[in-house]
Nanobody, 117 residues
């Protein structure tokens, strides 16, 4: 299983970015997918999750601003990030976990998001 994250970049506060996570070797529509982030000097934290049944969950810090979705035909998961804040600056990772479990067993490389204030 490989997860290829992309879409990061430099954006001003209040701006938007859309991250993509292209999966191979695992079908995103039949598994759980998540986004995490890690800022310098901080621990990795949960951002968003979409289950195999399309249920979505978000960290309180991003609710109402971020939206996780997937394109089954492209086998890709997206994270639409709006109204970005400086505290959203981090390395963003996508992860995958099998349905029926609560953990993630595959992780992609990170994509950097930097929000300038």
């Amino acid at each position: 299983v490989q997860l290829q994250a992309s879409g990061g970049g430099l954006v001003q506060a209040g701006g938007s970015l859309r991250l993509s996570c292209a999966a191979s070797g695992r079908t995103v529509s039949n598994n759980n997918m998540g986004w995490f982030r890690q800022a310098p000097g901080k621990e990795r934290e949960f951002v968003a999750h979409i289950s195999w049944s399309s249920s979505t969950y978000y960290a309180d810090s991003v609710k109402g601003r971020f939206r996780i979705s997937r394109d089954n035909a492209k086998n890709t998961v997206f994270l639409q990030m709006n109204n970005l804040k400086s505290e959203d600056t981090a390395l963003y990772y996508c992860a995958s976990g099998p349905r029926g479990r609560l953990d993630y067993d595959y992780w992609g490389q990170g994509t950097q998001v930097t929000v300038s204030s």
